[in-house]
């Protein structure tokens, strides 16, 4: 990536806004066989939330294409160790693996639906038709929003 790599001392462009129109650029264009390097060359930029901001739009993209492909779990391991480091992609990461355990019907742990971001709450909330994942969202969803969503599903399905 050392088109990245500019004018500044510590190697990185001086404003923000050029390195992340550069990252998303990068990731755009990068093979899937070296998405991990980049994310994790993108992740020591010094502007962090920046970094997360254009790492995670590389990851919300890529598990939404391989969310019930058969790569999706060896392409989340070789990302969680780079994305380790930062929380919020991190947890990003951690929420497209719930998922695809839910659109799967694999086995999924109701508090880790309870912890996951208001984003995917409500995506299930809106697209799940699994009475348990609905009722669990009906009764604790984080947001009004989501409980309402979700209770109004539960009763198209009865």
Sequence with gaps: MSETAAAG???FEPDEHVRFARYRRAFADVAP???????ARVLTDPDRPMASCAVCEYLD???AELLTDPGFPAWRRELAGVVATDAFTARRLRNWALLRATALDEPWEEEQLLAAENWLQGRL??????RATLGLLAGNGRTRRTRNIANSRLRQLR
Aim: no cysteine; glycine share 6%.
């Design 33 to 39: 066989e070296d998405a991990a390097a980049l994310a």
């Design 9 to 11: 001392a510590d190697g």
């Design 125 to 130: 909330a809106e697209e799940s038709s699994d």
């Design 61 to 63: 993209r890529r598990a």
